[in-house]
């Protein structure tokens, strides 16, 4: 037993998924990495090409050859859709249930008869007759998210010198309690007022109305958030039945924020460069022990459309990763994948159903085929299985043949 290391560049797919026309046709065609080496073609990403990223790609471009050496496979979504909280719960061995999609205006009826039943104060902001949002006891906000696919996650967006932040919690978690969209984000800010928060409400088309979090300045100072998500059990993970096998556990970047763990040793944050850093000073401090990594910039570019970003945060991330292996001794494993694409090439701002890779690094191992997996679980049920602990709800260990 030594070392497992997980790192997901967040949205970096290599390939639709073969369902994309039944269940998302704005998605056909995509391949994130492949469209990015097409565009940036002097892109230097040497390590990742050594793991094995052309093969799993599955087409050579120009310079960018296959491994001979790589250790390498692709795993499709189980999950539905295309997202990352869902991207992450399932990468830590969960089986996703399929989520509805309901625009906030559906549920809020039901929303506000439990809060009001839980004893909180509420009111309704917007034209009646068309999309609102709850403000709950004048320091927090309920509406649905702005920034993913309409009616998969409802916000809510407080005022933290007015209530604390397991106070937020607990309005979260009653809200979490009557709908059954994939996540309720819960989240505040200091030095925000409720007026703040009104003054970023917005109305989109398809009755979905919420609080644009970066305009309303809740990230600015003393920024705190948990994601609470549908039908997911903490216990059949991989970080807690690690942490109840006593091993080593330690998350950075948004999986800090979207994978529960009682670890104290968490690194949230969005700098890949920083994250990276706190990565291998805790790689060399430790000689046993899981770590996850997620890099959240790659994911940041692909919603911007923006080719010269991604391209940029990749190179980052393979001079990184070129860092770490040094430091892995024999029966270490490193896998580098990802949690769904976000092609910037494919005309729309959102994420798109792809495969991923699984590019496995190891000394001394070379040339292992892991193939195509059903699921992103095999990565869990693989590190449940490294470290001798119970498997996790979904997935099936490659380790036998790695």
């Not at 996703?96 to 809020?108: A, D, S, T, V």
């Not at 330690?250 to 949230?268: E, N």
């Not at 990565?279 to 899981?290: D, H, R, T, Y």
């Not at 994911?299 to 430091?327: F, M, Q, S, W």
Request: proline fraction near 5%; glycine fraction near 10%; aromatic fraction near 8%.
């Amino acid at each position: 037993m030594g070392r497992f290391i997980v790192i997901i560049l967040d949205s970096f797919g290599v390939g639709a998924m073969s369902d994309v026309g039944e269940v998302r046709g704005q998605d056909a065609g995509s391949n994130t990495a492949l469209h990015i080496i097409q565009n940036k073609p002097l892109i230097a990403l040497p390590t990742l090409e050594k793991l094995g990223l052309m093969n799993a790609i599955g087409v050579e471009c120009g310079d960018h050859r296959f491994s001979d050496t790589a250790n390498w496979g692709v795993a499709n979504l189980a999950h539905f859709g295309a997202d990352s909280f869902l991207g992450h719960q399932e990468i830590m061995g969960t089986r996703p249930r399929r989520p509805f999609i309901q625009p906030f205006f559906e549920k809020i009826d039901q929303v506000e008869r439990y809060l009001n039943e839980q004893g909180y104060q509420t009111k309704r902001v917007g034209e009646p007759g068309k999309a609102q949002i709850l403000v709950v006891n004048d320091c927090a906000t309920v509406g649905d998210n702005l920034e993913t696919d309409p009616g998969q996650v409802y916000n809510v967006t407080g005022c933290l010198d007015l209530l604390s932040f397991e106070a937020l919690t607990q309005i979260g978690m009653c809200v979490r309690e009557v709908v059954e969209v994939s996540r309720v984000i819960t989240f505040g800010g200091e030095g925000v007022s409720l007026d703040d928060l009104l003054a970023a409400r917005k109305v989109k088309p398809g009755k979905i109305a919420g609080v644009d979090a970066p305009e309303s300045g809740v990230y600015r100072c003393g920024y705190q958030c948990i994601h609470l998500g549908y039908g997911i059990d903490p216990q059949s993970q991989v970080p807690t039945i690690l942490d109840q096998a006593g091993i080593y556990v330690s998350l950075f970047g948004k999986v800090a924020d979207i994978v529960h763990t009682s670890s104290p040793h968490r690194v949230p944050g969005v700098a890949s460069e920083r994250l990276f850093e706190a990565l291998q000073s805790q790689v060399e401090a430790q000689s046993e022990g899981f770590f996850c990594l997620n890099i959240q910039e790659t994911d940041v570019a692909g919603h911007l459309g923006d080719v010269d970003y991604y391209a940029n945060r990749l190179e980052l991330c393979d001079r990184n990763i070129a860092k770490i292996l040094p430091d892995l001794t024999h029966g270490d494993i490193l896998i580098v994948t990802a949690d769904h694409g976000n092609d910037p090439t494919i005309g729309h701002s959102n994420h798109t159903r792809e495969r991923v890779p699984i590019l496995m690094y190891s000394p001394g191992i070379s040339g292992r085929q892991i193939g195509e997996r059903s699921t992103l679980a095999d990565i869990g049920a693989t590190a449940a299985d490294y470290f001798g602990a119970y498997a996790p709800q979904h997935g099936t260990s490659f380790l036998p043949i790695v």
